[in-house]
């Protein structure tokens, strides 16, 4: 079954903006901390930042006050507001819990984040 749904990525400037949403299955959503994640071609896949069910945030040093995550817990979301983007953020990003568990293997499509002029 389908347990996490990922849009909003796109074409961006350097220095643009987007938002990021992932629904997850309520199962899963009520019980874990959520996170974003991203990867590039050829590259493992890296966390990129962690929410709690309370609210507690944290963040990879990359994009540590340029990105906020969020989550909607009436609407099992978690929000990634990506500002300030640099090529380097060009990757396809997907959510799943944080720390990885039981859900580390069932991946959702992504969405593609391209930051180029």
């Known amino acids: 079954q389908v347990r996490f749904v990922e849009s909003g990525g796109g074409l961006v400037q350097p220095g643009g903006s987007l938002r990021l949403s992932c629904a997850a299955s309520?199962?899963?959503?009520?019980?874990?901390?959520m996170g974003w994640y991203r990867q590039t071609p050829g590259k493992q896949r890296e966390w990129v930042a962690g929410?709690?069910?309370?609210?507690?945030?944290n963040y990879a040093d990359s994009v540590k006050g340029r990105f906020t995550i969020s989550r909607d817990n009436a609407k099992n979301t978690v929000y990634l507001q990506m500002n300030s983007l640099k090529p380097g953020d060009t990757a396809v990003y997907y959510c799943?819990?944080?720390?990885?568990?039981?859900?580390?293997?069932?991946w959702g499509q992504g969405t593609q984040v391209t930051v180029s002029s």
């Open positions: 929410i709690s069910n309370g609210g507690l945030t």
């Open positions: 799943n819990t944080h720390p990885l568990g039981p859900y580390g293997d069932s």
């Open positions: 309520g199962s899963i959503f009520r019980v874990y901390v």
